[in-house]
């Protein structure tokens, strides 16, 4: 069974920083693209970013570009988002998800992020 | 990028069936045959319910199913069961620069 619990999420002021992991079991982590996906409070999804495989490319919204880093540990079996600078419009629950031909076939439970006004 | 434009709502008596517009550009839906759709509860996580514009993954019923026709994508619920009501939400692939997008979601009632 495929699993994915994400951690990290937490309180935290404008401009700080935090670091979300993901861990991962049940398929072979190293053969997929990751992701994470964001929902703010009663709001719609909003993919956030991407990793390959190997961890050589990665990809962003715009909207966290040079604030956020997206890792993997293949190892680990794990990965992270490292998300800096953080805006309380960064506030939202933060979804990892295995990608699949363009889509995310599988979700973690998410975590909490809230950055205050 | 701008969201893909789904109605806020829909519902249907059970039995009956909904369908469920997405709208966006050509260079989101109308380029690539990459949509795919989630089902979301209150306070759960989403569930992939069609990928690829119309694949089923294994375990959804297919009652669920999903078309596009130029910068449109559609999913459609038959044989409405209370179970289906919930949040649902169209996705697509927008290329290297943008990447992706999400509709703006569709609040699904069963009367």
């Known amino acids: 069974e495929v699993q994915l619990v994400e951690s990290g999420g937490g309180l935290v002021q404008p401009g700080g920083s935090l670091r979300l992991s993901c861990a991962a079991s049940g398929f072979t982590f190293s053969s997929y693209w990751m992701s994470w996906v964001r929902q703010a409070p009663g709001k719609g999804l909003e993919w956030v970013a991407d990793?390959?495989?190997?961890?050589?490319?990665?990809y962003y919204v715009d909207s966290v570009e040079g604030r956020f880093t997206i890792s993997r540990d293949n190892a680990k079996k794990s990965v992270f988002l490292q998300m800096n600078s953080l805006r309380a419009e960064d506030t939202a629950v933060y979804y990892c998800?295995?990608?699949?031909?363009?889509?995310?076939?599988?979700w973690g439970q998410g975590t909490l992020v809230t950055v205050p006004t | 990028q701008s969201a893909l434009t789904q109605p806020p709502s829909a519902s249907g008596s059970p039995g009956q069936s909904v369908t469920i517009s997405c709208t966006g550009t050509s260079s989101d839906v109308g380029g690539y045959n990459y949509v795919s759709w989630y089902q979301q509860h209150p306070g759960k996580a989403p569930k992939l319910m069609i990928y690829?514009?119309?694949m089923r993954p294994s375990g959804v019923p297919d009652r669920f199913s999903g078309s596009k026709s130029g910068n449109t994508a559609s999913l459609t619920v038959s044989g409405l069961q209370a179970e289906d009501e919930a949040d649902y939400y169209c996705?697509?692939?927008?290329?290297?620069?943008?990447?992706?997008?999400f509709g703006t979601g569709t609040k699904v009632t069963v009367l």
């Open positions: 690829e514009v119309s």
């Open positions: 998800a295995r990608s699949y031909i363009r889509s995310w076939y599988n």
């Open positions: 990793i390959k495989e190997d961890g050589s490319e990665k």
């Open positions: 996705s697509s692939y927008a290329g290297s620069n943008n990447f992706y997008v």
